[in-house]
Structure formats: C-alpha cells, structure tokens
C-alpha cells in the first residue's frame, strides 16, 4: 500500500507540524516515509507546501509524481488549488474553508470556493471555529489532521492519535489533552461530512 | 540498528559525528543550514566537544578547516553553493597543500533557486581543484558516505568535495545509524603547506599524480553501481538523486549506471557505451557530466541530456520530467486552477526592516535620482510591492561596493542596505574602501541582531558595528544608530535626507530584533521560569 500526501497553507500555518505527527506515526507504525519540505527565504506570510510520502514498500523519490497524490491537506482552501497538477483523479482535498486573505490580488472567494467544491472529492470545514469551540485555538492544524486521519488510511486514526501523544508529551499532559480534543473534533467532523 | 528519521542535512551531520568530526565551520546558507544547527544542539556532538560556532564566512571556515585538518583533525566545511564563491581561493589552494587531519567540504546546490540567486553547480568547483567529489542520492548515503569520505581524504591526503542539493537536503527519510569512531588525536603535519611557487609546483605535480587513485577509487566505490537491464537502445547515467528519479519512473527495467562518487567511472561508462546504441545522462543542476561523457565517448556517440533538450535546461529535475525524459509520462488530470493567485514571501508584520524600507520609500519618491542597492538577506525582500526599493541584489556585500562605484561614476544619491550578518560576512571590507576614498555614499545597516532569513543564528559582528565602523576611520559625526518603529519613520526618513546631502560616507544603523528570534527568546524565556 502506498499514500502520496501533499500538505499545503501559508508560511506560519503549522503544515510542518502536521508532517512531524504523521512522520512519527510511520516511524513507528514501521512503514516507509520521505518528506520534502520547503525551508529558508522567510516563507512567513508566502505559500509553504511538503510532499509527504508513505509506502508499504521502498519509495524512491522525495516529490510526488504529476497526478499522483492521494490526498491534499491544506490550512488554506486557495493554496488546494495550487496543487491540482499533482492530484489523482481519485485524490481528496481535506481543506480549511477560511481563506486567509495577505495578499492584494487574492481571487474572488466564491468563485474559488466553487471552483474548489467543484473537485469530485472535497472534505472542507471551518477548521479555526472548530479549534475555538473545543477551546484550542491554536489547534485548527489538529482538527485538520483529524478530518484527513480517515483518508490517509495506511496509518490508522488511533495511530495517529498515539503519535499527537509522542510528539506533544514535552509540552505537558494537558497541551496532550487539547490537541487530542481538537484532532477527535476534526474526525467527528469528517464522519459528519461522508454521511 | 537504531533508525532516525533525519533530513539530508542531519544525516550528513550525523554521519559526520560519527566519522570522528573535530569541528565543524560553516557560515548559515539555505539548503546547508540544518547541518551545523544539528551538531551544534546534538547531545553526543556537545559531549565529544565538537567544534561547531557559525562562522563570519564561508572563506573564514574554510581556512578554519584546513588549519584543524593541518592539525591531523576531521573537519568538516558546510556551505552553499554560492557559498563556493566566497572560499573558492582557500578550497582551490586546499587542493595543492592536500590535507592532514581528512577535510570534508559540502555544499549544498539549489537547483531551480529555491531561495538563491543562481543555479551553479559545485561540482565544476570539484572538478576544477581535481579533487574527489561524493553525489549522495538519499538520506541513507548522506549518513553512509561521510566515513568514506574522511577516510578517502585521508588516504590520498586530499579534501573531497560533498554535493547535495535541495531536495535532498530538505528531504526525511529513516536512516539506519551505524557505531561512532573516535576523533583522530592532535597529530600536526610535519610538511610545508608553503605555497611558494617552487614548493607549490611540486605540490601541484604531486596532485596530478594522484588523479589515476581517485579515479580508481570511484571505479570500484559502493556508491557507484551498475544495474543490468534494458533493451540496448538506451544507457542511463543517473547521478546523484536524479537515481531516485530514474527508479521511479522505470524500475528496474533499465541498464543504469548510478553515480555517486566522482572523478567519473570511466570504466563502467565505456562499457555501458558499447552495450547501448545512446546514453542519457541524467543530472540535477548544470551539465557537468554529459559534457564529459561527450568529450570521452567522441563526437559519433549519441549522449543525451540537458544539452540536446532531451531534459530541461535549467530548474531541478523531478518524477515528471525525468518520466518524460524516459518515455514515460505522469499525464496531468485536472486543470490548471483558474481562481488562483500567487503568494510571494513577505517580510514579517512588525518586522524592523519594514520600518526602513517605510523611510526609503519616502526618500526615493522625493529624489528621483536616487537608487538603491540592496544585499542578501529577508530584507532583499524589500524589492517587492509594497517597498520596490531596491534597484539591484547580487551577492553578499555588494550593496555597499556597487554604491560606492556608482557614486564614483557620480550617481547621486547612491545608497546601501544591508544586514548586520551580510555586513560582517563580506560589507565591511567594502566600506574600508569607500571610507578610503571618501566617497559619497549612505550605508544602512539594518541591524536585527541575527542571521533572519535562514532561520535566527548568531550574528557575527553583535553589538560591535558601531565599533567596527569607527575603527575602520568613519566619521563619529556621521555614524547614527536609530530605532526601526513605524512611529519613528519621519524621523528616520530625516537622518537619510540630511546623511545624503553629505559628500562623504555615512552610516546609519537602524537596530530592533528580530521579531521572530525575539518570540522565540521570549519563549524560552518563559519555559526556563
């Protein structure tokens, strides 16, 4: 089994995040994994995008092949569209529906809505009044990774929860406890949708 | 065996630890950063007492290096690969006084300028000091071929060039981490690294001599590998991680030879060249190699490449052209988003060098002579809307050069901006130069306290500007250090109106933190209560 991911937003977002969790799930999970990231030229405020890779098997190259990516995850519903080169014809978007608007000639929001819903398969959601409800506002990145946990597929959702475990465990049970709270959130979420 | 998942840049500088690294010199440059950041805040590394501090430059570090290689220690130099430019008289003459302690030079392409202002290749850099060079294709042989390295460099007393490129560097894999050596034993050279002309003769005669060693070398490296299969009709040469590349579009249906350590195995390609009807060379950056495979296989021979268009001519290689290169494609299903809008980067908001750039602004739109020359670093950014306030950014330390020659030429006003970092890297040598010759120039140095744009490392010349500015003969009357707050910007535009009414050199320093490394400091602040 193989899952191609692209993880995409705007420099800031905490997509790099998102990597670490499912990077640690892989490792221990004993899968395969490459994740190319984007570092340096002050990305703060500029698109951000990683190519996350995970195979059963030996996976060779670090970027996605053209129409090869099983699943976009994006903290921005415009910066999806940057990416449809490298999406599957069976690939799903998971995306915030908030755009976040730093730039002058940003796209009519509807429109690019449209465009986006108009994706044969789109799971979309107000990731950041999700995080604030569950009282994480600083965790829409985990309610994300939550809506995407049941696409990924070749990591389980209780993987992936152990993994949020791991990777927080230095900040203190309850920073643990808050980002589990909003990635569940982003599960239930996704159910909802696919009903 | 323990596996960690690392970056390319981590598993050199684990590998690296774990060859018996003495001290690692290196000065901050995207895609090489993580690699001395790794050591630097690595437990086992800190342990071992593992030299690792930023240096002022890449020519600084080289030099360092080659000292402590003199010293019969492993060093390793990280940089780059403009970097390349800036040490290029050290790692050219390190080539003639070989080596000592093994001395390990890496740098890091960036293929498609990902966050660089060109796309050299630093393998002609290797080529050109005729010394060994290493082309890792995954994370694994980044880890793997840094033992090889130090002990190949050690036995041909020679430095050996390391080249990876962006992908690689900022790629993470598992890696499988083997038993550490211990670090060589302080073991001066008794030998004359004096370069005079007679001495420097010989040692040159003595570098030639060893060319057939490194050739043989790579012939029979583990990192080179031939792999039988295909039709006849077509030989692959795949160097570095263009292998991955390769191996994901045809598997194993191909003859291919993978390089990863150079002089070329000249062998196995003239082998391959009698077993196929044409060869592609595959390579990410310049053309290095298909122009040597032409040159040893003869004008007959049909060598395919970025030369015949087979692959593009410039940008980094991926799946999709490499595919394409092969006869393969990865055809494209959905199209081109239509309501989709680029997002550059931005200088942060709350930023200081916003707050500069605010002055600027006004002091270009009331002189519309003026032009301004910027340098490397986020403040380059400084080019684009909101500010487009500079009128050129070509390597470090430029800003000040560039506007002193063209005040020469008598371009008025003729302005500077550069970083604290940039300055001390390769400004003040320039500002000597313009202090000597009194020219009318005004230099910014937008002083944030740190090295911003490759991520907030320690800024060589802290708290010393003022200091180097006078001890290189300016002005006190001449010298302001101002704060950067969109509150204090008239007055800062002021200093700027009245400095360049001035026919001489004038500094200004506008000084405030880096918001970035300011969180952060304040961050661990917090955690340390």
Request: some cysteine; charged content about 20%.
């Amino acid at each position: 089994m193989k899952k191609d991911i692209i993880l995409c937003g705007v420099g800031g977002q905490g997509i790099l995040s998102i990597a670490t969790i499912i990077g640690q799930a892989a490792t221990e999970a004993g899968i395969y994994l490459k994740q190319a990231e984007v570092h340096g030229m002050s990305q703060r405020g500029g698109d951000v995008q990683s190519n996350l890779r995970l195979s059963t098997d030996p996976i060779w190259s670090d970027l996605i092949p053209q129409a090869g990516t099983d699943v976009i995850i994006s903290m921005e519903p415009m910066e999806c569209l940057r990416y449809l080169a490298y999406l599957s014809p069976k690939g799903t978007v998971v995306s915030n529906s908030v755009p976040f608007i730093n730039i002058p000639n940003y796209p009519d929001e509807k429109a690019m809505q449209a465009e986006l819903d108009a994706l044969p398969s789109v799971v979309k959601l107000d990731i950041d009044a999700v995080a604030k409800d569950c009282g994480n506002a600083r965790g829409a990145n985990m309610v994300l990774l939550g809506m995407a946990a049941p696409y990924i597929e070749i990591l389980t959702v209780e993987q992936l929860r152990q993994a949020i475990a791991v990777v927080f465990a230095r900040k203190g049970e309850a920073v643990v406890e808050a980002n589990l709270k909003a990635f569940d959130q982003g599960v239930e979420a996704a159910r909802k949708v696919n009903l | 065996m323990e596996k960690l998942l690392l970056l390319g840049d981590e598993a050199v500088a684990l590998g690296a630890i774990h060859a018996g690294l003495s001290g690692v010199y290196a000065y901050p440059g995207t895609p090489s950063t993580e690699i001395t950041e790794f050591i630097q805040t690595n437990k086992e590394a800190i342990a071992k007492g593992i030299r690792s501090r930023w240096c002022t430059n890449e020519k600084t570090a080289m030099e360092a290096a080659l000292g402590m290689s003199y010293a019969g220690k492993r060093a390793l130099v990280c940089m780059k690969h403009v970097g390349m430019n800036v040490c290029a008289d050290a790692f050219v003459n390190s080539a003639i006084t070989g080596v000592n302690g093994g001395l390990v030079v890496l740098a890091a392409d960036d293929p498609s300028m990902h966050s660089s202002q060109n796309e050299q290749d630093s393998r002609f850099y290797g080529k050109f000091a005729l010394i060994p060079i290493f082309e890792p294709s995954n994370q694994q042989e980044c880890y793997d071929v840094m033992k090889n390295a130090f002990e190949l460099s050690e036995t041909i007393k020679e430095p050996v060039l390391l080249r990876i490129v962006t992908r690689l560097a900022h790629s993470r894999a598992a890696v499988e981490i083997s038993e550490a050596r211990e670090q060589n034993p302080l073991s001066a050279s008794t030998d004359q690294w004096v370069l005079l002309p007679g001495i420097a003769r010989r040692k040159y005669a003595a570098l030639l001599e060893k060319q057939p060693l490194m050739e043989e070398a790579a012939e029979q490296s583990i990192f080179n590998k031939v792999e039988k299969g295909g039709d006849g009709k077509l030989g692959i040469i795949a160097c570095g991680i263009a292998y991955n590349y390769v191996k994901e579009a045809i598997g194993n249906e191909g003859n291919i030879l993978k390089v990863s350590q150079y002089p070329l195995p000249v062998k196995q390609i003239q082998q391959m060249a009698a077993e196929n009807d044409a060869i592609i060379v595959i390579e990410d950056g310049q053309p290095v190699v298909e122009q040597d495979v032409k040159a040893l296989l003869g004008t007959g021979y049909p060598v395919k490449g970025r030369l015949t268009g087979d692959l593009p001519r410039t940008g980094e290689l991926n799946p999709d052209n490499v595919a394409a290169a092969l006869g393969k494609s990865n055809d494209v299903h959905f199209a081109p988003a239509t309501h989709l809008a680029g997002r550059p980067p931005q200088l942060c908001q709350g930023c200081g060098h916003r707050d500069v750039y605010g002055a600027l602004r006004e002091i270009i739109d009331e002189y519309p002579d003026a032009r301004v020359f910027g340098d490397i670093g986020c403040y380059t950014l400084g080019a684009l809307p909101p500010f487009k306030a500079l009128s050129s950014c070509v390597d470090m330390g430029a800003s000040i050069t560039m506007a002193k020659g063209a005040a020469d030429a008598g371009l008025r006003p003729a302005i500077a901006v550069i970083g604290d970092s940039t300055f001390t890297h390769s400004g003040m040598t320039g500002l000597l130069d313009a202090i000597n010759d009194n020219s009318p120039i005004t230099v910014i140095i937008s002083d944030n306290l740190t090295t911003g744009m490759t991520g907030g490392q320690d800024s060589a010349g802290l708290n010393k500007y003022e200091a180097i500015c006078l001890g290189l003969g300016m002005d006190p009357a001449h010298l302001h250090v101002v704060t950067p707050l969109p509150k204090n910007i008239p007055a800062i535009a002021q200093t700027i109106r009245d400095e360049i009414a001035y026919e001489g050199v004038s500094v200004i320093i506008p000084r405030r933190e880096c918001i970035q490394t300011f969180a952060r400091h304040a961050r661990e602040n917090k955690n340390n209560k």
